[in-house]
């Protein structure tokens, strides 16, 4: 099946302690894009990634930080924690060809 | 830069009525329209798409929109209303610059009353 999945869907965690959310996509995208869900925002692109190896800022990428070393994978570093942080963050994936983007299930992540 | 507004944070319906939900954007660049559903405790998916051709753009569920380039209005309307779209819908328009982007709207959440 055609997926994208992400790791954990939940997380609390405190201030200042690193995490890594995961993203995986089985369709061979070449994009690949994390976003955060705010009420009354809407969604806000962090990073995206053109390819492998091939990154860029988003609207608000403060705080985070993403790698793709491979075409599959697309983690989430926040390296230093936040409250403001908190948020549902959505992972997707798309190909060249396209603009249709593919979403993850969601992390919802809490910082305490 | 393109942008998408939504009229309407909360929209409520009766089960069995008309589904309005309203789409502005800008765009310097012809427009390619996306309508995304969510549903509670779950990712975005596909509802319907205009990039070329006919205006009027059926979706999944009986869901379509229309695209009116001289209203720069991208409605998506369904004439019954399921309890089962009750959910959050987001208007978005493709972004000029690379990365094929897209940019959102901040979504309408619909409620389906009985």
């Known amino acids: 099946e055609a997926q994208v999945t992400q790791n954990p869907r939940y997380l609390i965690t405190v201030t200042g302690k690193k995490l890594t959310v995961t993203c995986s996509q089985n369709m061979n995208h070449e994009y690949m894009s994390w976003y955060r869900q705010d009420p009354g925002l809407g969604l806000r692109q962090i990073y995206y990634s053109m390819n492998v190896e091939v990154t860029d800022k988003g609207d608000v990428p403060e705080g985070y930080k993403v790698s793709r070393k491979e075409k599959r994978n697309f983690p989430l570093i926040l390296e230093s924690p936040s409250p403001n942080q908190t948020s549902l963050y959505f992972c997707?994936?798309?190909?060249?060809?396209?603009?249709?983007?593919?979403f993850g299930p969601g992390t919802r992540l809490t910082v305490t | 830069a393109q942008s998408v507004t939504q009229l309407g944070s909360h929209v409520s319906v009766s089960e069995g009525a008309l589904v309005l939900l309203r789409c502005n954007y800008s765009s310097s660049v012809p427009p390619y329209l996306f309508w995304y559903v969510q549903y509670p405790n779950q990712g975005l998916q596909l509802l319907l798409k205009y990039t070329t051709g006919a205006t009027l753009v059926k979706g999944i569920n009986g869901f379509e929109a229309e695209f009116k380039k001289s209203e720069t209005s991208f409605h998506l309307t369904k004439p019954s209303a399921h309890m089962s779209d009750a959910a959050e819908y987001f208007c978005a328009v493709r972004a000029t610059g690379g990365g094929n982007k897209l940019t959102f709207g901040t979504g309408t959440q619909l409620k389906v009353e009985l």
């Open positions: 997707a994936s798309w190909p060249t060809s396209s603009y249709e983007q593919y």
